[in-house]
């Protein structure tokens, strides 16, 4: 079973590796990418592969190793990126996340708009990379949304039978997904 990602997708300079950065847990500065990148609990999408609309078939190809999409959008750039319905491609959660949140406030109507337009249902998440404000909520949107409502098998499965869910532990070798068992933390993304 390969281990499933938080697939990160959208348009050059949105922030996408920026964040992947963030939820990989690494400091320091980043660069653009060209590949896919496949980081630990992360598949950074470069913007060309959105841009171009014959690569957007590899872009679903590739979420088949994503246990979440998260579809991003840059507040401080009014264009549009993403076809219409193009989150319904996917079958895992899909996420709408605003980036350079607070930049200018007047965009983000358009921002939910377009992400709307795409196929997202769920509310939106706002996030600020320069000063991390919003990455916590996307997080636990994360864990809240797992695909089939089954929680993602945690690091200390085998270490305790109770849980504050009231879920059990399991062996190891049968998964990352649960049924009724294990505790749901962060670091098991």
Known sequence: MRKKRIMIIGP????????????????????????MVY???????????????????????????????LMLVDQSSCRESYP?????????????????????PENDGWCIRQLKKAGITTPCIHINLSDRTGIDELMEQILGNTPS??????????????????????????????????NVTWSNL
Not at 158 to 173: C, D, I, L, V
């Open 149 to 182: 409502g089954i929680p993602l098998c945690p690091k200390s499965v085998g270490k305790s039978k109770e849980t504050p869910f009231g879920y059990t532990s399991m062996p190891k070798e049968h998964g990352q997904i649960l049924g009724k068992e294990g």
């Open 84 to 104: 219409p319905g193009f989150a319904k491609a996917f079958r895992v959660p899909v996420i709408g996340v605003i980036t350079g949140s607070g930049n200018k």
């Open 12 to 35: 050059g300079g949105s922030g996408k590796t920026a964040l992947a950065a963030a939820i990989n847990g690494l400091d320091g500065p980043v660069k653009r990418t060209q590949n």
């Open 39 to 69: 980081g630990e609990k992360t598949l950074d999408v470069p913007g060309v592969y959105l841009e171009s609309p014959w690569m957007h078939k590899h872009i679903i190809a590739a979420a088949q190793d994503a246990s979440h999409v």
